[in-house]
């Protein structure tokens, strides 16, 4: 066997938006069918369930909860919607914690019409405000920084630097960094600041999917794990050096890959985490 090559599928977490066409029930079933190990559960995704329902169906199947996706989006030039993001995320941690989940991610938002900075202090106060509920009802809270493109809208926090940093602030047992290959791979503190967090207790998750070239869609267009150009492994052995010792999630966005037939597709990516994660 390979150095550091995964022999088996006991790390192997599928989120539900990676086969979006499949329902939750659905995509419970076939994962557990095929040995996957972990489901994150993104909140599109309850259909007619109650997060409680959801909960049992996974218990029922043997895999494990791994996180619920997604809190955050916490700036806003308008108060009312910061207001409002704070709601939706209590809400998200009580759903959490009806499903059984430890951890939800967090995707910390960013508005264009102001600069990131005041969006950063927005996501702080944002946390704080959350933050006690959280460690109230067992939930982990993990930060995701995201690539710059996303700066606009989707995250002010865009390096694994500012995700330690604003980790840092707050030193809570309760909130740590999701590392997610497709947005940090180009940053050359990525060994560093990944040794940073583990050293802190802090590493809650590890996503993986893979960047193509050229990506048609920035969003929407992630590739399979060995389609394009992030060196999966090298960075997953940085994160087991750190001592994260949790999943490998398999998070992948893809207008292309979700108009295929979703059994196939199930079956390249298990062939593909052999292979490159
Ligand atoms: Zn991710």
Not at 116 to 141: C, F, H, M, Y
Not at 171 to 182: C, E, H, I, K, R
């Amino acid at each position: 066997m390979k150095h550091g090559s995964l022999t088996d599928l006991s790390r192997l977490c599928i989120h539900t938006i990676t086969t979006k066409p499949l329902d939750i029930e659905t995509a419970i079933d076939k994962y557990a069918a095929l040995g996957v190990s972990g489901i994150t559960v993104w909140r599109d995704a309850y259909g007619k369930f109650k997060p409680r329902q959801i909960g049992e169906m996974i218990r029922k199947s043997g895999i494990e909860p791994v996180s619920l996706c997604r809190g955050g989006f916490f700036p806003s030039v308008t108060r009312s919607n910061r207001e409002a993001a704070i709601a939706d995320n209590i809400a998200a941690i009580e759903e959490a914690n009806e499903m059984g989940m430890p951890l939800i991610v967090l995707v910390c938002g960013a508005d264009p019409g102001q600069s990131p900075e005041t969006s950063r202090d927005q996501i702080r106060d944002g946390i704080e405000a959350i933050l006690p509920r959280a460690a109230e009802l067992n939930v982990k809270l993990a930060i995701e920084p995201l690539h710059p493109v996303y700066a606009d809208t989707r995250s002010a926090v865009n390096t694994m630097k500012q995700a330690n940093d604003m980790a840092g602030y707050f030193n809570s047992p309760w909130l740590g960094v999701a590392v997610d290959v497709y947005h940090v791979w180009w940053d050359e503190d990525l060994q560093s600041e990944i040794i940073r967090c583990g050293q802190a207790n802090r590493l809650f998750a590890f996503h993986v999917c893979d960047w193509k070239v050229p990506a048609t869609d920035i969003l929407l267009d992630r590739g399979i794990m060995g389609e394009g150009c992030i060196d999966i492994r090298r960075i997953r052995q940085w994160v087991n050096q750190a001592g994260f010792n949790g999943f490998n999630e398999v998070e992948i966005f893809s207008e292309i890959h979700w108009k295929t037939n979703q059994d196939e597709y199930l079956k390249r990516i298990i062939e593909a985490y052999r292979l490159y994660v």
